[in-house]
């Protein structure tokens, strides 16, 4: 078992000193994530000792199959879609424009966010029957967009939508105003804030269609891979496989991959939106056919069983892991790597822990 430390990243879309709470250090900059596992892009660094958890699993190939965040947003993520795994090795093998990976790994990447803060999302799409009256408000320059839509193309209408030309682009988000003053108070107040962090973008044609949701602290959003979604602002918790496969579609000054991002859509992958009681001790967010299962333990107890890998991540106040004859305490912001060859664990978070586990194998 190993004993770790986040590694930081400084994303624009951050917080300024966003994680400090977590990582002691204020970088008067934009605080976006803090990485707990061993993917290459950000290895988490071991406590006590030099080097992090990729050198100390070298043995395994330096793999450990979770990837969890703490993650700090505000102003919004890019609208993206992460591929599914056989599409994953594909791109990974591909090359792009510039000589390089399409991707960063060659693994699919499903994941979950839990909110330890109200957080504001973009996740699917609408019905037809929302979506069409939306894209109908904006005029001419939506019309091939609405019509595909229509017809039950989403891929389709985002694909009319990104591209516009920039005159059309122009008209569309000219009515914007009037499309955006059907949607319910919350809907539309996303779309305020969208908007103003990315004007001009062709990607908030795409938000306007998608399913806005605010999480409350302890909600979650299971995203599997094909999921076309975006993050907007708050504090939260994100759980994945082990992998930084992005594909985007808008709402970024980063490459937008238009024909890699839909080819990667899957309208079949539905996400799901966990409500949970913000007080309940012990709450297990279960998804059949996960590749992971999470657990948010406050003030209480609960067991990590052999056989899975697991990661047992500190938020607030002291969280002690036991195993065997050997005690852990972590403080926020450390976290425990557990192989799945090693003894079962105990967790007992006098504040608020999480625990991660792989899924059935």
Same mark, same amino acid.
């Not at 999302?121 to 839509?149: H, K, M, N, S």
């Given at each position: 078992?190993?004993?770790?430390?986040?590694?930081?990243?400084?994303?624009?879309?951050?917080?300024?000193?966003?994680?400090?709470?977590?990582?002691?250090?204020?970088?008067?900059?934009?605080?976006?994530?803090?990485?707990?596992?061993?993917?290459?892009?950000?290895?988490?660094?071991?406590?006590?000792?030099?080097?992090?958890?990729?050198?100390?699993?070298?043995?395994?190939?330096?793999?450990?199959?979770?990837?969890?965040?703490?993650?700090?947003?505000?102003?919004?993520?890019?609208?993206?879609?992460?591929?599914?795994?056989?599409?994953?090795?594909?791109?990974?093998?591909?090359?792009?424009?510039?000589?390089?990976?399409?991707?960063?790994?060659?693994?699919?990447?499903?994941?979950?966010?839990?909110?330890?803060?109200?957080?504001?999302?973009?996740?699917?799409?609408?019905?037809?029957?929302? !979506? &069409?009256?939306? %894209?109908?408000?904006?005029?001419?320059? *939506?019309?091939?967009?609405? +019509? $595909?839509?229509?017809? =039950? /193309?989403?891929?389709?209408?985002?694909?009319?939508?990104?591209?516009?030309?920039?005159?059309?682009?122009?008209?569309?988000?000219?009515?914007?105003?009037? !499309? &955006?003053?059907? %949607?319910?108070?919350?809907?539309?107040? *996303?779309?305020?804030?969208? +908007? $103003?962090?990315?004007? =001009? /973008?062709?990607?908030?044609?795409?938000?306007?269609?998608?399913?806005?949701?605010?999480?409350?602290?302890?909600?979650?959003?299971?995203?599997?891979?094909?999921? &076309?979604?975006?993050?907007?602002?708050?504090?939260?918790?994100?759980?994945?496989?082990?992998?930084?496969?992005?594909?985007?579609?808008?709402?970024?000054?980063?490459?937008?991959?238009?024909?890699?991002?839909?080819?990667?859509?899957?309208?079949?992958?539905?996400?799901?939106?966990?409500? &949970?009681?913000?007080?309940?001790?012990?709450?297990?967010?279960?998804?059949?056919?996960?590749?992971?299962?999470?657990?948010?333990?406050?003030?209480?107890?609960?067991?990590?069983?052999?056989?899975?890998?697991?990661?047992?991540?500190?938020?607030?106040?002291?969280?002690?892991?036991?195993?065997?004859?050997?005690?852990?305490?972590?403080?926020?912001?450390?976290?425990?790597?557990?192989?799945?060859?090693?003894?079962?664990?105990?967790?007992?978070a006098l504040g608020t822990a999480f625990v991660a586990e792989e899924g059935d194998r």
């Amino acid at each position: 078992m190993y004993v770790v430390d986040g590694a930081l990243k400084e994303y624009a879309w951050g917080r300024h000193d966003g994680l400090a709470r977590w990582t002691g250090r204020h970088t008067a900059g934009p605080q976006a994530e803090l990485w707990f596992g061993a993917h290459p892009s950000g290895p988490s660094w071991l406590r006590g000792r030099p080097g992090h958890l990729a050198d100390a699993l070298s043995g395994d190939g330096g793999q450990f199959p979770l990837l969890v965040k703490l993650l700090a947003a505000a102003r919004p993520l890019s609208i993206q879609v992460h591929p599914e795994e056989s599409l994953a090795r594909r791109m990974f093998e591909a090359r792009g424009s510039a000589g390089a990976p399409l991707l960063a790994d060659p693994d699919e990447k499903t994941e979950m966010l839990v909110a330890l803060e109200r957080f504001s999302v973009l996740v699917g799409f609408r019905d037809p029957e929302e !979506a &069409v009256p939306l %894209l109908r408000a904006l005029g001419r320059p *939506a019309a091939a967009a609405a +019509e $595909a839509y229509a017809a =039950g /193309d989403v891929a389709g209408a985002v694909a009319a939508l990104l591209r516009t030309t920039d005159r059309d682009r122009d008209e569309a988000l000219g009515a914007l105003a009037s !499309a &955006v003053a059907r %949607l319910s108070e919350g809907d539309a107040a *996303a779309m305020d804030v969208v +908007e $103003a962090a990315f004007p =001009g /973008d062709r990607g908030i044609l795409v938000a306007l269609c998608m399913r806005h949701h605010e999480l409350h602290p302890g909600d979650a959003v299971y995203v599997p891979a094909g999921t &076309v979604h975006a993050y907007v602002h708050g504090l939260a918790v994100e759980v994945m496989t082990s992998s930084d496969n992005v594909l985007r579609l808008g709402l970024t000054p980063k490459v937008v991959a238009v024909d890699e991002a839909l080819a990667a859509f899957d309208p079949a992958a539905v996400p799901q939106l966990l409500r &949970v009681d913000a007080d309940e001790p012990v709450h297990a967010y279960r998804w059949p056919g996960a590749p992971f299962h999470v657990t948010r333990v406050r003030g209480a107890s609960t067991v990590g069983d052999p056989g899975r890998a697991r990661l047992v991540l500190g938020v607030d106040g002291r969280t002690v892991v036991t195993t065997g004859g050997a005690t852990h305490d972590l403080a926020p912001g450390s976290a425990l790597v557990a192989l799945a060859d090693e003894p079962g664990i105990t967790v007992q978070a006098l504040g608020t822990a999480f625990v991660a586990e792989e899924g059935d194998r």
